[in-house]
């Protein structure tokens, strides 16, 4: 009988992937076996001629939807007849091709079963399948089989059991199953009262809410603090407790109608795309701009119009909105850029005077996973941060690496990146590196990856900034275990992020503007044009250097780098309310200043003289604001900025904007709408002048700066009528986030050019 061996990469772990094939084979009446190896599957497969390429068809076109297999091989081999077609235990691949899946949204059929009165699991807030459910989070080691995640201490009931064994069953092999039975239960925890039982708890965690209580909720990949958006004393109080006095906090909608989103348009202008995306299977957090007459309480996004919202994916998010049946603020339980809480003894260790009570449950959370982010920019997703549902994010190299490489990312809102092959792996988000909780999870996250991907990085890559903490680390990391490191500057490495999600362009124009970086000259970058490709950049274009006081403090007090501009202009600015006495001493004596060309820094600047935002509790705080609140862009707005030549660079110089910035005739929003507009028009401008002097290229926006959607898509409208192709970052974000992957494209050029 014509057998067939066919062999399948990608996502075919943890989504229901081996019986499938069985229940496909069984359909086209086909003989033999599916075994698991280390991440691919094999297939041995009999049947006619016909039969088999049916089969082998359908395993691509009608595959489970959360599942990206694809053939690598299939060849006629000679075997033994069979006389069934069956599932065999996971096995040991020569070489390991491991894919691991990221924590999944709760399926259509789990949610019909949680409100199905009859069905054992009505209300069941651990309800999956092998459609849905937590995996990344709750996986220990490979293979992908129950005794290797944290579910293997709830052993199975009989029904349970029976499901998990039955190939025809949708919780064949699901890894998370589980049932009220023998499964994970919540625990409320509120001063005295503690009550175990997944109803109980339910019901007195939703009755603290509605008496206006802060709870903390463990999810899926961490603790969230929640509480009714509607009601503006307890977001005060949550502000307070958080000390968290103006950054947004995200909105937990409740889930209606067809896509979900009924209940958020009452609240929200989510446009079409918007839609699209919040009810995407990542259930990312969306940013969406309010309503006029917007319902939610006003201190949730103070000074902004955009709210972060998101959709249940948990099915205990669902119990708890539906039974609350108002939004929920649900933010991140955790402090200063860390990573979010996921243990329960810790949580009430550290989140005690923030939360009224605890929902726990007993189901431990192996690694976090904060909540993915984005911002529909241009009519596409810009990736703010990557988190639950997309990462780890899996994707394929323009480039087959000859040994392994470990990214470290940058110091805020780092992520790491492991490299092998054609392959590459960035984690879910981690965090700022600025403590030792930071530090203890970056360092879980690099042993994770390595040991789960099976892979021994040989190279490390780090940032050049020599007080980054990852970078000391890299340094006695490497030195004790006899790593090799490469050091890639932080704006190179913005670039070649572009270089690698377009490997089509052979030559580029890249605009690089942030707030922060280490450059080559060992002055603070940021507002940076680079010609090339990867690993070989002129430094083309960049700003006049503000003299910033103050270190890390001028990106949290606008005023510094609005003082810095003005003083340098000799012109005799003072905010409001702040003595600045000793800063102007020591402005006029360079004594504990520094260089900056961040365009960040100007954008800080320009909400200090227009907003009076002299002082921030977040980054990007000021320039949010001042995005908020401006006119439309137009290129009449623009003012003409001189550029000076110096070392084959141009120097952009900031001073005409100063008397715009400054003039109080003029309404905020016309100001803000004129500085947006100059800049947009000064980059377009150069990119003119390049190409007359260089020939063509591809035009790349990166960098945080590029997540101002009014600043971004005004500079691509522009850029298009004047016949540029442009490009922003596509699934890696354009803030540091991204950083360790540019990192990645970057070393991969230094090594194939001799360096380290």
């Known amino acids: 009988m014509p057998t067939k061996k066919i062999i399948l990469t990608g996502k075919v772990q943890g989504v229901g992937f081996r019986p499938f094939v069985y229940r496909l084979a069984h359909q086209h009446h086909i003989l033999g076996t599916v075994t698991n190896k280390t991440g691919q599957v094999e297939i041995i497969a009999q049947g006619n001629n016909e039969q088999l390429a049916a089969f082998e068809s359908q395993l691509i076109?009608?595959?489970?939807?959360?599942?990206?297999?694809?053939?690598?091989?299939?060849?006629?081999v000679d075997a033994e007849p069979c006389e069934t077609f069956s599932i065999l235990k996971s096995q040991s691949g020569d070489k390991p091709d491991i894919h691991i899946p990221t924590d999944f949204f709760t399926c259509h059929d789990c949610l019909e079963e949680m409100q199905d009165k009859n069905n054992r699991r009505y209300r069941y807030p651990f309800i999956n399948c092998t459609q849905c459910g937590p995996r990344y989070t709750l996986i220990t080691s490979l293979p992908y089989d129950r005794p290797n995640t944290s579910m293997a201490h709830f052993p199975l009931c009989q029904p349970c059991e029976e499901e998990y064994l039955n190939p025809l069953d949708r919780r064949f092999h699901a890894q998370p199953l589980a049932c009220a039975s023998c499964g994970p239960v919540l625990t409320f925890r509120s001063g005295?009262?503690?009550?175990?039982?997944?109803?109980?708890?339910?019901?007195?965690?939703?009755?603290?809410?509605?008496?206006?209580?802060?709870?903390?909720?463990?999810?899926?990949?961490?603790?969230?603090?929640?509480?009714?958006?509607?009601?503006?004393?307890?977001?005060?109080?949550?502000?307070?407790?958080?000390?968290?006095?103006?950054?947004?906090?995200?909105?937990?909608?409740?889930?209606?109608?067809e896509n979900g989103t009924d209940v958020i348009q009452n609240y929200l202008q989510a446009s079409a795309t918007e839609e699209f995306f919040i009810?995407?299977?990542?259930?990312?957090?969306?940013?969406?701009?309010?309503?006029?007459?917007?319902?939610?309480?006003?201190?949730?996004?103070?000074?902004?119009?955009?709210?972060?919202?998101?959709?249940p994916y948990s099915p205990l998010h669902f119990l708890i909105t539906q039974d609350f049946n108002r939004p929920l603020v649900a933010t991140s339980a955790n402090f200063s850029g860390e990573p979010v809480i996921t243990d329960n003894k810790e949580a009430e260790q550290r989140l005690n005077k923030i939360a009224d009570g605890f929902l726990h449950h007993n189901r431990p959370i192996v690694r976090p996973a904060d909540d993915s982010v984005i911002r529909i920019i241009n009519n596409k997703p810009?990736?703010?941060?990557?988190?639950?549902?997309?990462?780890?994010?899996?994707?394929?190299?323009?480039?087959?690496?000859?040994?392994?490489?470990?990214?470290?990312?940058?110091?805020?809102?780092?992520?790491?990146?492991?490299?092998?092959?054609?392959?590459?792996?960035?984690?879910?988000?981690?965090?700022?590196?600025?403590?030792?909780?930071?530090?203890?999870?970056f360092e879980q996250v690099i042993n994770d990856l390595q040991q789960l991907y099976n892979v021994d990085a040989n190279f490390m890559v780090c940032?050049?900034?020599?007080?980054?903490?990852?970078?000391?680390?890299?340094?006695?990391?490497?030195?004790?275990?006899?790593?090799?490191?490469?050091?890639?500057?932080?704006?190179?490495?913005h670039a070649g992020v572009l270089c690698g999600e377009y490997p089509e362009q052979s030559r580029w124009l890249i605009f690089a503007w942030d707030g922060t970086g280490y450059g080559a000259d060992k002055t603070i970058w940021g507002g940076e044009t680079f010609l090339g490709t990867s690993a070989n950049w002129?430094?083309?274009?960049?700003?006049?250097?503000?003299?910033?006081?103050?270190?890390?403090?001028?990106?949290l007090q606008p005023w510094r780098s609005a003082a810095a501009m003005a003083w340098a202009e000799s012109i005799n600015w003072t905010p409001d309310d702040i003595d600045i006495t000793l800063a102007r001493q020591a402005f006029e004596k360079h004594h504990g200043t520094f260089q900056s060309s961040a365009v960040g820094r100007l954008f800080d600047a320009a909400a200090a003289f227009i907003l009076h935002i002299h002082e921030c509790s977040f980054d990007g705080h000021a320039p949010m604001q001042l995005e908020q609140i401006s006119d439309p862009l137009s290129s009449s707005l623009a003012i003409d900025l001189k550029v000076t030549q110096q070392d084959n660079m141009a120097i952009i110089d900031w001073a005409n904007l100063l008397a715009t910035l400054q003039?109080?005739?003029?309404?905020?929003?016309?100001?803000?709408?004129?500085?947006?507009?100059?800049?947009?028009?000064?980059?377009?401008?150069?990119?003119?002048?390049l190409r007359l002097a260089h020939g063509d290229f591809a035009v790349g926006l990166t960098g945080g700066v590029f997540q101002n959607k009014k600043l971004t898509e005004f500079v691509i409208q522009q850029l298009k009528q004047n016949n540029f192709n442009v490009?922003?970052?596509?699934?890696i974000p354009c803030n540091d986030a991204g950083l360790c992957y540019g990192q990645i494209i970057e070393a991969h050029q230094a090594i194939a050019n001799g360096h380290k």
């Open 61 to 76: 076109s009608k595959a489970p939807p959360l599942s990206q297999p694809t053939i690598i091989r299939s060849t006629d």
């Open 192 to 257: 005295q009262q503690q009550l175990q039982g997944n109803e109980e708890a339910l019901k007195a965690c939703v009755k603290a809410l509605q008496q206006g209580k802060i709870i903390a909720v463990k999810g899926i990949g961490g603790y969230h603090l929640i509480c009714d958006a509607t009601n503006e004393d307890t977001i005060n109080i949550l502000r307070q407790r958080k000390h968290r006095p103006d950054k947004p906090f995200a909105v937990l909608f409740p889930w209606k109608g």
């Open 279 to 311: 009810s995407h299977a990542s259930r990312p957090v969306v940013l969406i701009k309010s309503q006029t007459k917007n319902q939610l309480a006003p201190n949730i996004n103070p000074g902004l119009e955009e709210v972060g919202a998101l959709l």
């Open 382 to 441: 810009q990736h703010i941060r990557l988190g639950r549902g997309i990462a780890p994010l899996e994707l394929e190299l323009p480039f087959h690496l000859a040994q392994p490489i470990l990214a470290l990312g940058g110091h805020m809102k780092n992520t790491i990146a492991l490299a092998w092959d054609n392959r590459i792996v960035i984690s879910p988000h981690i965090g700022d590196l600025g403590t030792k909780r930071s530090m203890d999870v």
């Open 463 to 493: 940032d050049k900034h020599p007080d980054y903490a990852n970078t000391r680390w890299a340094n006695h990391y490497c030195t004790s275990h006899h790593k090799q490191l490469i050091q890639i500057y932080h704006h190179h490495a």
């Open 538 to 555: 002129q430094h083309v274009t960049t700003f006049r250097p503000l003299q910033l006081l103050g270190g890390d403090k001028a990106s």
């Open 663 to 689: 003039d109080t005739k003029l309404k905020a929003s016309s100001r803000s709408a004129i500085f947006h507009s100059t800049l947009g028009m000064t980059l377009v401008q150069q990119a003119i002048n």
């Open 727 to 731: 490009f922003t970052t596509h699934n």
